[in-house]
C-alpha cells in the first residue's frame, strides 16, 4: 500500500510539471496581440563570437527595401562595434603602464573607424525575409553579423604595421580585453539587459 502511494505522489508530482512546463504563450492584456519580427529575437543578438545587427528597409521598389534594410543595419553593427572596441581600447590603455599611452588611445581611435570601415566588407548575412504589404510596397528584414575573431584580427594586423606602436603593442593582451568584453555583452543580453 505504502509503495502505490508513493508512486501515486510521484505521478501527481511528474505530472504538474508536465503541465507546468506546458504552459501555452503567456496571455496577452485585453486589446493587446504580440508582433513577431522576422529576422529578429534572441537567435539575432551579439553573441561573445560575433556581432549582429537587424534592421526592416520599405520602399515601392523591391531593390531600394533590401538597400535600406541593409544599410540600416550596417550601420547599426558599425556603431555596436565602434562602441565595444572604444571600450576595450580604454580597459586596454588604462591596463598598460607605459609612457606613450596617450599616442597609444589616440592610435587606436584614429584606426577604429578605418577598420570597422574594412571589416564591414566581410559581413554575412544570416537572415532576409521579403514581403509585400496591402499597400503594394516592399519590406525587407534583415539580419546581418561578422565574425568578432576577424575584427580583431584586423586591429591586430593594423597595428602592428605602425613601427611606434609595435613595440608597445601587445596582441594577446589586447585580444583578452576585448574577449572579455565581448563575453560581458554577450552575457547582458542573455540576462535581458
Given at each position: ?7 501515486s ?27 513577431v519580427v522576422?529576422?529578429s ?11 549582429r ?19 540600416n ?5 558599425a556603431?555596436?562595434?565602434q562602441?565595444?572596441?572604444?571600450t ?14 596617450e599616442?597609444?588611445e ?12 574594412q571589416t ?16 503594394g510596397n516592399y519590406?525587407?528584414y534583415?539580419?546581418?553579423?561578422l ?10 594586423n ?9 613595440v608597445?603593442y ?8 576585448f574577449?572579455?568584453?565581448?563575453d560581458?555583452?554577450?552575457s547582458?543580453?542573455?540576462g535581458?539587459?
Amino acid at each position: 500500500m505504502k509503495k502505490i502511494g508513493v508512486y501515486s505522489i510521484v505521478a501527481v508530482a511528474f505530472a504538474a510539471a508536465l503541465i507546468g512546463g506546458c504552459k501555452s504563450k503567456q496571455k496577452m492584456p485585453d486589446g493587446e496581440k504580440e508582433i513577431v519580427v522576422p529576422c529578429s529575437g534572441p537567435d539575432f543578438f551579439t553573441t561573445n563570437k560575433v556581432f549582429r545587427a537587424n534592421s526592416i528597409g520599405e520602399s515601392m521598389d523591391q531593390v531600394t527595401s533590401k538597400k535600406k534594410a541593409l544599410t540600416n543595419a550596417r550601420n547599426e553593427l558599425a556603431q555596436a562595434i565602434q562602441t565595444t572596441v572604444k571600450t576595450v581600447t580604454d580597459n586596454y590603455t588604462n591596463s598598460t603602464s607605459m609612457d606613450k599611452k596617450e599616442q597609444l588611445e589616440q592610435k587606436f581611435e584614429s584606426l577604429n573607424r578605418e577598420v570597422v570601415d574594412q571589416t564591414l566588407q566581410g559581413v554575412r548575412t544570416i537572415c532576409e525575409k521579403l514581403v509585400q504589404t496591402k499597400d503594394g510596397n516592399y519590406k525587407t528584414y534583415v539580419a546581418i553579423e561578422l565574425s568578432a575573431d576577424d575584427l580583431v584580427k584586423e586591429y591586430n594586423n593594423r597595428l602592428s604595421q605602425d613601427d611606434k606602436l609595435k613595440v608597445d603593442y601587445d596582441y594577446e593582451k589586447f585580444k583578452d580585453t576585448f574577449n572579455k568584453e565581448m563575453d560581458k555583452m554577450s552575457s547582458q543580453r542573455r540576462g535581458g539587459n
